[in-house]
């Protein structure tokens, strides 16, 4: 049996007098302060944390861990995620006692290494987008959004030019671009996509008015599609007096092709979690700089760094700066690795990495449309959508069909996203999988198309081979167990719940 | 290039199949003004000269590993046991996908599921969320929830509070209609009880308090939760995880969310970042949480399985009517927070939040005994304490560093006008040697 079967929690393996971890003991052990501390600051019940030695802490995780997918065990064709190859030497760097090790409130003098670190960052980032400046503080994509949509309000304010409270975002766009344009208040207004799955350019431009805050941006598209007409987009938005962002979550298909900046974008959020191959953590920590166009400098995030003669220092505050959005400087572990990365590569492997993941997707694309039909079949960028509304009258979904291929060892695709494509399967390869990989994914989905037609219940049952079956979701959200005091406390009810006599 | 394992014979083939004839052809929607862009970069580094690179840049940082650190102020450095970084680094979950899957995630959302009921342990509190970027973040999407669930537009906040953490408050609030009050605190940095109480009325979606506070001061607030609840706010507090192991929850003083930074628990100080803001509120608000919760539920066959709940909340499904635009949280941290509370168990932890206590009075007892430097020694605290020098902490600091001593954080820059104050912060970290080394130090200054 390789995936253990013991399924308790870390509390239920308690055992009162255990310990983990060894302690060093008190140097005032006579007046010991908390002792004498008034009893009213004092916890009057001790945490229940469990009591379990080292050797079965460590077998504990180790064996969840083997419950888990990962990039490092299994391909995750997962549209509009990139998830690539994180490279051993960026955790080696970020491991490394003269980073790992530093207080973010050492004094500038002591900390110039890291210092350099964050200006080099913020200039290579900027050379691949063609944006003039960076924040390197957010600590995600979702908060770079937040961050650039305060910049946006901050512009507008700073010229008086208060009515523009309409954010656009067309259907296909990520679900965190209007949940962000909310969080600041703004009204949001869904755009639909044409029949090339791209933005319409007379439905963009009906919109467009005096009271349009920005158009939020996605490109190439979650669709895999470049948005053709980029350039009379980003001319109508300016011309209404709106700016542009741009939601970076797919640059991983233009590096070294064309930049954002050169589009017409005034502002762009990457995800150093995606293109820049920092690790997902099973769902964070991530980093999402913010680049911007120099008009919009004095509004950027502080700290900055900036550079005078070989000394790096923190920039004076401007006085139209939006604040500060995070403690210190960001996820400055995430920017370490992300540099790693980027100076590993150098020039010619940071064009590579676009040109692979296209001709990946493309060739994905290619051999698949015989077995599922492409929503927009054209050429693609780094990702492409399937659609499996066929299936739907069998009552197969793209999401059955993503639970069938992890019984063949295979992440599901993105499904039922983009919302705009009925029963969506998104597929992203990235350009760390071989074609070899490649060919036995597809060969994977052709057979799930076969059983689809001969054995639907295959798929509708799936997974088989997991750790689990699928979880009954309804009964996790209406009856909510969220920690072990619940799971106890469920535990004595259903125990004096009376049980019915026999008649 | 060697993450890259596609030949150039690969691509031609590939190509081929596409029926492109070469990898241009794949560029034709791109308008041609945008294709072909000159990037300044370098070359590329062999791994021998990136790690020969990393090892001198990271040499020229000074860092807490060879000095003697007395730096708080919102990161911690304490104790990581072995065992921590030996979990996180495995690949299954470092180099794992958001558990949208939950049948190919198990072991996250397990994990996931123990870090909550750790944190709500370690809170006083019923539940806790996956987790949120940072202490500072976690506090703003507190104050958030307090308006949305009150409807009312101001939240009120203590000057004692991280100066970090009311300025990204600021900066979450600014462009809404909600404002931010703040109150007063007294000379030795607890709250003042008069301007708190003569700023708290009706108006007040939530009030917030930090405690130990930024100044380390144990806010004494009994009778606050039954004062704030009677005009209808909620109480916020952030607070020092570390600290909980000992001293009183956010639920024995009754608050309604508890926020906090969670790199004390078993995650580096890594110069400020990845964090982990930890998030814990009273089933009543539960569904108002923003960002992720791991549930426990059954698969069909009965089984036990965990898996993402009450995502009804969320962006991915709510678009712009989600609770919060979160995404990410910070799993892997997460991760670490939870081998890290597993490991301390029921003793450890309260035995490290003794351990900070008495590190913390044996400096603050000696260095009282200075000329030169005041400090008070009534005050009740948990690990870090303000000296007031009798010459600016500049000097003092320029001093210390010569020593290979980072003496603590001056207050001027937070607070204009106290240039000669500094905050001390003494972890289970510190030797008796490098407590007597920095007293010595300080003799000197």
């Given at each position: 049996?390789?995936?253990s079967?013991?399924?308790?929690?870390?509390?239920?393996?308690?055992?009162?007098?255990?310990?983990?971890?060894?302690?060093?003991?008190?140097?005032?052990?006579a007046?010991?302060?908390?002792?004498?501390?008034?009893?009213?600051f004092r916890?009057?019940?001790?945490?229940?944390?469990?009591?379990?030695?080292?050797?079965?802490?460590?077998?504990?995780?180790?064996?969840?861990?083997?419950?888990?997918?990962?990039?490092?065990?299994?391909?995750?064709?997962?549209?509009?995620?990139?998830?690539?190859?994180?490279?051993?030497?960026?955790?080696?760097?970020?491991?490394?006692?003269g980073?790992?090790?530093?207080?973010?409130?050492?004094?500038?003098?002591?900390?110039?290494?890291?210092?350099?670190?964050?200006?080099?960052?913020?200039?290579?980032l900027?050379?691949?987008?063609g944006?003039?400046?960076?924040?390197?503080?957010?600590?995600?994509?979702?908060?770079?959004e937040?961050?650039?949509?305060?910049?946006?309000?901050?512009?507008?304010?700073?010229?008086?030019?208060?009515?523009?409270?309409?954010?656009?975002?067309?259907?296909?766009?990520?679900?965190?671009?209007?949940?962000?344009?909310?969080?600041?208040?703004?009204e949001?207004?869904?755009?639909?996509?044409?029949?090339?799955?791209?933005?319409?350019?007379?439905e963009?431009?009906?919109?467009?008015?005096?009271?349009?805050?920005?158009l939020?941006?996605t490109?190439?598209?979650?669709?895999?599609?470049?948005e053709?007409?980029?350039?009379?987009?980003?001319?109508?938005?300016?011309?209404?007096?709106?700016?542009?962002?741009?939601?970076?979550?797919?640059?991983?298909?233009?590096?070294?092709i064309?930049?954002?900046?050169d589009?017409?974008?005034?502002?762009?959020?990457?995800?150093?979690?995606?293109?820049?191959?920092?690790?997902?953590?099973?769902?964070?920590?991530?980093?999402?700089?913010?680049?911007?166009?120099?008009?919009?400098?004095?509004?950027?995030?502080?700290?900055?760094?900036?550079?005078t003669?070989?000394?790096?220092?923190?920039?004076?505050?401007?006085?139209?700066?939006?604040?500060?959005?995070?403690?210190?400087?960001?996820?400055?572990?995430?920017?370490?690795?992300?540099?790693?990365?980027?100076?590993?590569?150098?020039?010619?492997?940071?064009?590579?990495?676009?040109?692979?993941?296209?001709?990946?997707?493309?060739?994905?694309?290619?051999?698949?449309?015989?077995?599922?039909?492409?929503?927009?079949?054209?050429?693609?960028?780094?990702?492409?959508?399937?659609?499996?509304?066929?299936?739907?009258a069998?009552?197969?979904?793209?999401?059955?069909?993503?639970?069938r291929?992890?019984?063949?060892?295979?992440?599901?695709?993105?499904?039922?996203?983009?919302?705009?494509?009925?029963?969506?399967?998104?597929?992203?390869?990235?350009?760390?999988?071989?074609?070899?990989?490649?060919?036995?994914?597809?060969?994977?989905?052709?057979?799930?198309?076969?059983?689809?037609?001969?054995?639907?219940?295959l798929?509708?049952?799936?997974?088989?081979?997991?750790?689990?079956?699928?979880?009954?979701?309804?009964?996790?959200?209406?009856?909510?167990?969220?920690?072990?005091?619940?799971?106890?406390?469920?535990?004595?009810?259903?125990?004096?719940?009376?049980v019915?006599?026999?008649? | 290039?060697?993450?890259?394992?596609?030949?150039?014979?690969?691509?031609?083939?590939?190509?081929?199949?596409?029926?492109?004839?070469?990898?241009?052809?794949?560029?034709?929607?791109?308008?041609?003004?945008?294709?072909?862009?000159?990037?300044?970069?370098?070359?590329?580094?062999?791994?021998?000269?990136?790690?020969?690179?990393?090892?001198?840049?990271?040499?020229?940082n000074?860092?807490?590993?060879?000095?003697?650190?007395?730096?708080?102020?919102?990161?911690?450095?304490?104790?990581?046991?072995?065992?921590?970084?030996?979990?996180?680094?495995?690949?299954?979950?470092?180099?794992?996908?958001?558990?949208?899957?939950?049948?190919?995630?198990?072991?996250?959302?397990?994990?996931?599921?123990?870090?909550?009921?750790?944190?709500?342990?370690?809170?006083?509190?019923?539940?806790?969320?996956?987790?949120?970027?940072?202490?500072?973040?976690?506090?703003?999407?507190?104050?958030?929830?307090?308006?949305?669930?009150?409807?009312?537009?101001?939240?009120?906040?203590?000057e004692?509070?991280?100066p970090?953490?009311?300025?990204?408050?600021?900066?979450?609030?600014?462009?809404?209609?909600?404002?931010?009050?703040?109150?007063?605190?007294?000379?030795e940095?607890?709250?003042?009880?008069?301007?708190?109480?003569?700023?708290l009325?009706?108006?007040?979606?939530?009030?917030?308090?930090?405690?130990?506070?930024?100044?380390?001061?144990l806010?004494?607030?009994?009778?606050?939760?039954?004062?704030?609840?009677?005009?209808?706010?909620?109480?916020?507090?952030?607070?020092?995880p570390?600290?909980?192991?000992?001293?009183?929850?956010?639920?024995?003083?009754?608050a309604?969310?508890?926020?906090?930074?969670?790199?004390?628990?078993?995650?580096?100080?890594?110069?400020?970042?990845?964090?982990?803001?930890?998030?814990?509120?009273?089933?009543?608000?539960?569904?108002?949480?923003?960002?992720?919760?791991?549930?426990?539920?059954?698969?069909k066959?009965?089984?036990?399985?965990?898996?993402?709940?009450?995502?009804?909340?969320?962006?991915?499904i709510?678009?712009?009517?989600?609770?919060?635009?979160?995404?990410?949280?910070?799993?892997?941290?997460?991760?670490?927070?939870?081998?890290?509370?597993?490991?301390m168990?029921?003793?450890?932890?309260?035995?490290?939040?003794?351990?900070?206590m008495?590190?913390?009075?044996?400096?603050?007892?000696?260095?009282?005994?200075?000329?030169g430097?005041?400090?008070?020694?009534?005050?009740p605290?948990?690990?870090?304490?303000?000296?007031?020098?009798?010459?600016?902490?500049?000097?003092?600091?320029?001093?210390?560093?010569?020593?290979?001593?980072?003496?603590?954080?001056?207050?001027?820059?937070?607070?204009?006008?106290?240039?000669?104050?500094?905050l001390?912060?003494?972890t289970?970290?510190?030797?008796?040697?490098?407590?007597?080394?920095?007293?010595?130090?300080?003799?000197?200054?």
């Amino acid at each position: 049996m390789l995936i253990s079967k013991d399924d308790r929690l870390i509390f239920e393996k308690s055992s009162a007098g255990r310990t983990g971890a060894g302690l060093p003991t008190a140097f005032i052990a006579a007046k010991n302060p908390f002792k004498t501390l008034n009893p009213k600051f004092r916890r009057k019940e001790d945490a229940q944390f469990p009591e379990v030695a080292e050797p079965e802490i460590i077998r504990h995780y180790v064996n969840l861990s083997r419950k888990n997918f990962s990039i490092d065990t299994h391909f995750y064709p997962l549209g509009s995620c990139t998830m690539k190859y994180n490279p051993k030497l960026n955790e080696w760097a970020a491991a490394q006692e003269g980073f790992s090790q530093v207080h973010p409130h050492q004094p500038e003098s002591t900390i110039q290494g890291y210092m350099h670190i964050l200006y080099e960052l913020e200039q290579f980032l900027k050379t691949m987008t063609g944006m003039d400046h960076f924040t390197l503080q957010p600590a995600a994509g979702a908060h770079g959004e937040l961050t650039g949509m305060m910049l946006i309000h901050a512009y507008h304010h700073s010229r008086g030019d208060t009515k523009r409270r309409k954010v656009l975002v067309p259907d296909s766009s990520h679900g965190t671009n209007p949940a962000t344009a909310a969080l600041l208040g703004y009204e949001v207004v869904t755009l639909k996509s044409n029949a090339r799955g791209r933005v319409d350019l007379a439905e963009l431009k009906s919109h467009l008015d005096e009271t349009s805050a920005c158009l939020m941006l996605t490109n190439p598209n979650t669709m895999g599609l470049f948005e053709s007409d980029i350039l009379e987009i980003t001319k109508a938005v300016h011309q209404a007096g709106a700016l542009l962002y741009y939601d970076g979550a797919n640059l991983n298909a233009l590096l070294g092709i064309a930049r954002p900046g050169d589009m017409g974008f005034d502002i762009v959020h990457l995800n150093l979690h995606k293109t820049f191959s920092t690790p997902h953590g099973g769902g964070g920590p991530g980093a999402g700089p913010v680049g911007v166009k120099a008009y919009l400098l004095p509004f950027l995030p502080h700290p900055l760094v900036e550079k005078t003669g070989s000394a790096y220092r923190w920039a004076a505050e401007s006085k139209q700066s939006v604040g500060r959005v995070k403690s210190f400087f960001g996820n400055a572990g995430m920017l370490l690795r992300a540099y790693t990365y980027i100076v590993t590569l150098g020039i010619d492997g940071i064009k590579k990495i676009s040109e692979d993941a296209v001709i990946n997707a493309n060739y994905l694309k290619e051999k698949l449309k015989d077995v599922l039909p492409v929503a927009v079949d054209e050429v693609c960028m780094h990702e492409f959508v399937l659609t499996l509304k066929a299936a739907k009258a069998k009552g197969i979904h793209s999401g059955d069909v993503g639970k069938r291929l992890l019984d063949y060892g295979y992440h599901a695709p993105t499904v039922h996203f983009p919302l705009v494509v009925d029963e969506a399967l998104m597929i992203e390869p990235t350009e760390s999988e071989s074609r070899e990989t490649l060919d036995l994914f597809i060969a994977a989905l052709r057979q799930i198309a076969r059983e689809i037609e001969e054995s639907p219940e295959l798929v509708l049952g799936a997974p088989w081979t997991m750790p689990i079956g699928r979880p009954d979701e309804v009964k996790a959200a209406r009856n909510p167990i969220l920690t072990y005091r619940d799971v106890v406390r469920e535990r004595e009810k259903n125990a004096k719940e009376p049980v019915a006599s026999k008649p | 290039m060697h993450y890259q394992p596609l030949t150039a014979q690969d691509k031609e083939s590939m190509l081929h199949e596409i029926g492109a004839s070469s990898f241009n052809d794949l560029l034709k929607g791109i308008p041609a003004s945008l294709l072909n862009p000159t990037l300044t970069l370098p070359p590329a580094l062999s791994e021998i000269e990136i790690q020969a690179l990393l090892r001198n840049l990271g040499g020229r940082n000074k860092n807490v590993g060879n000095t003697a650190s007395f730096l708080g102020g919102g990161s911690y450095e304490h104790f990581i046991p072995t065992a921590v970084s030996s979990i996180t680094g495995r690949h299954e979950f470092y180099t794992a996908y958001t558990p949208y899957q939950p049948e190919a995630a198990q072991g996250t959302l397990q994990a996931i599921f123990e870090f909550q009921s750790l944190v709500a342990e370690l809170m006083g509190l019923d539940v806790s969320n996956a987790s949120h970027y940072d202490g500072s973040t976690s506090l703003a999407e507190a104050a958030l929830l307090a308006l949305r669930h009150t409807g009312r537009s101001k939240i009120l906040v203590s000057e004692a509070v991280n100066p970090h953490y009311r300025q990204v408050l600021k900066t979450y609030l600014q462009g809404t209609s909600f404002t931010l009050e703040e109150f007063r605190f007294d000379a030795e940095g607890g709250f003042n009880r008069d301007a708190f109480f003569n700023k708290l009325n009706d108006d007040i979606a939530g009030v917030i308090f930090q405690t130990p506070n930024f100044f380390g001061v144990l806010e004494d607030l009994e009778g606050i939760s039954d004062a704030v609840h009677a005009v209808g706010a909620l109480l916020i507090l952030n607070v020092y995880p570390t600290s909980l192991g000992a001293l009183r929850t956010p639920g024995e003083w009754g608050a309604d969310v508890a926020v906090g930074e969670g790199q004390p628990l078993g995650i580096p100080v890594q110069f400020g970042g990845p964090y982990l803001g930890l998030f814990a509120t009273t089933r009543a608000l539960v569904r108002r949480v923003p960002g992720r919760l791991a549930g426990l539920t059954e698969d069909k066959d009965g089984k036990r399985a965990f898996c993402l709940t009450l995502q009804a909340r969320e962006q991915h499904i709510r678009r712009e009517k989600a609770a919060s635009n979160i995404c990410t949280n910070q799993a892997l941290c997460a991760l670490a927070a939870g081998v890290y509370m597993s490991l301390m168990g029921k003793q450890g932890i309260k035995k490290v939040a003794e351990l900070c206590m008495d590190r913390a009075h044996y400096l603050r007892e000696k260095i009282a005994g200075l000329k030169g430097c005041r400090v008070a020694l009534e005050t009740p605290i948990f690990n870090e304490f303000v000296v007031h020098a009798s010459q600016p902490f500049e000097v003092i600091e320029k001093k210390c560093i010569e020593k290979n001593i980072f003496p603590g954080i001056g207050l001027g820059k937070f607070y204009p006008g106290r240039e000669n104050d500094f905050l001390v912060c003494a972890t289970e970290t510190k030797t008796r040697e490098q407590l007597d080394l920095f007293v010595e130090v300080l003799s000197q200054c």
